[in-house]
């Protein structure tokens, strides 16, 4: 087996490839002066089964080119297989066509990846709201790993929360929120969450009894930083002790982590899908355990 890292993922997919038990693939990765990529696979893929690990975060239209354009060399160049992993999935969230003539972008991302040759494809807690499963969108076998089991091992050896609730900050965090707090053997809850501009949401926390306990979010994705702050002011006003935040992916847009920690956030932990200041876990053990399966 090849493990390869797209230039979004080049130290994940060294970390997945050690957690095998392989050398890391090679890959030559170059920009011309016009943007436009030049692209070389070094390792000898014929007849083997490749994975490639590339996030779409951030540039994610230039890493989602890079990702069909190896995909499709791989092919190319006769790789039996050809496992797809984006841990963090652009244009995920955008899964129906809500006025007409809209791009639902996540079906056309499956059908690009297909059609580039990918013959099975992993993504981490991707939000998918109306189409649920992403073995929904793709016609080759995928599927939606989690990261939350080993945020919460992590919550539990490294923050040590006292009498901890897990909130999921909105109901869709549910299953986070309950998966965290299975490895902290702790009671969850969800809030409700209003949206009220891009960067502004309203918080109802519902009748959890918060007063001394440590509040522990769960949640996908962290980018403004205006749903965990919401709903942090709101544990506080509740009588909160401490309020750590856990999420998978960790975007964290312009002034995320400052307005966070204003609203007494102490600690905020993310994965290695994002490089961030906060990624203190990998998503590499979930990737490889999937990957070996
Ligand atoms: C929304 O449904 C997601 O689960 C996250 O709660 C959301 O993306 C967080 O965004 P922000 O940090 O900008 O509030």
Same mark, same amino acid.
């Given at each position: 087996?090849?493990?390869?890292?797209?230039?979004?993922?080049?130290?994940?997919?060294?970390?997945?490839?050690?957690?095998?038990?392989?050398?890391?693939?090679?890959? !030559?990765?170059?920009? $011309?002066?016009?943007?436009?990529?030049?692209?070389?696979?070094?390792?000898?893929?014929?007849? !083997?089964?490749?994975? &490639?690990?590339?996030?779409?975060?951030?540039?994610?239209?230039?890493?989602?080119?890079?990702?069909?354009?190896?995909?499709?060399?791989?092919?190319?160049?006769?790789?039996?297989?050809?496992?797809?992993?984006?841990?963090?999935?652009?244009?995920?969230?955008?899964?129906?066509?809500?006025?007409?003539?809209?791009?639902?972008?996540? &079906?056309?991302?499956?059908?690009?990846?297909?059609?580039?040759?990918?013959?099975?494809? $992993?993504?981490?807690?991707?939000?998918?709201?109306?189409? !649920?499963?992403?073995?929904?969108?793709?016609?080759?076998?995928?599927?939606?790993?989690?990261?939350?089991?080993?945020?919460?091992?992590?919550?539990?050896?490294?923050?040590?929360?006292?009498?901890?609730?897990?909130?999921?900050?909105?109901?869709?965090? !549910?299953?986070?929120?309950?998966? &965290?707090?299975?490895?902290?053997?702790?009671?969850?809850?969800?809030?409700?969450?209003?949206?009220?501009?891009?960067?502004?949401?309203?918080?109802?926390?519902?009748?959890?009894?918060?007063?001394?306990?440590?509040? &522990?979010?769960?949640?996908?994705?962290?980018?403004?930083?205006?749903?965990?702050?919401?709903?942090?002011?709101?544990?506080?006003?509740?009588?909160?002790?401490?309020? $750590?935040?856990?999420?998978?992916?960790?975007?964290?847009?312009?002034?995320?982590?400052?307005?966070?920690?204003?609203?007494?956030?102490?600690?905020?932990?993310?994965?290695?899908?994002?490089?961030?200041?906060?990624?203190?876990?990998?998503?590499?053990?979930?990737?490889?355990?999937?990957?070996?399966?």
């Amino acid at each position: 087996m090849i493990i390869l890292g797209g230039s979004a993922s080049g130290l994940l997919a060294d970390k997945v490839a050690k957690e095998l038990g392989y050398e890391p693939g090679r890959l !030559e990765i170059k920009k $011309f002066p016009d943007g436009e990529k030049y692209l070389r696979v070094v390792s000898e893929v014929r007849g !083997e089964d490749v994975v &490639v690990v590339q996030s779409l975060y951030r540039n994610p239209d230039e890493y989602l080119f890079e990702l069909m354009l190896l995909t499709d060399t791989l092919r190319d160049l006769g790789a039996r297989s050809i496992t797809g992993v984006a841990p963090y999935l652009a244009y995920a969230r955008q899964d129906a066509r809500f006025n007409p003539g809209e791009a639902v972008s996540s &079906v056309s991302l499956a059908r690009f990846f297909e059609a580039a040759g990918m013959t099975s494809f $992993f993504t981490v807690d991707t939000h998918l709201h109306r189409l !649920e499963e992403v073995s929904k969108v793709f016609k080759i076998p995928a599927r939606n790993l989690s990261a939350m089991p080993l945020l919460g091992k992590y919550a539990l050896e490294n923050l040590h929360p006292k009498n901890p609730v897990v909130i999921g900050p909105d109901e869709e965090a !549910e299953p986070w929120a309950a998966s &965290v707090a299975k490895e902290l053997d702790a009671e969850h809850t969800v809030f409700h969450k209003k949206r009220v501009t891009s960067s502004k949401v309203e918080i109802d926390t519902g009748h959890i009894e918060l007063k001394g306990r440590d509040a &522990v979010f769960a949640d996908d994705i962290i980018s403004t930083g205006g749903t965990i702050a919401e709903a942090a002011k709101a544990c506080k006003k509740k009588g909160a002790r401490r309020i $750590f935040a856990l999420c998978t992916h960790p975007v964290l847009a312009e002034g995320a982590l400052k307005r966070i920690r204003a609203a007494g956030v102490s600690k905020v932990i993310g994965t290695d899908s994002i490089p961030s200041p906060i990624s203190k876990v990998s998503v590499a053990p979930v990737i490889a355990k999937a990957v070996r399966a």
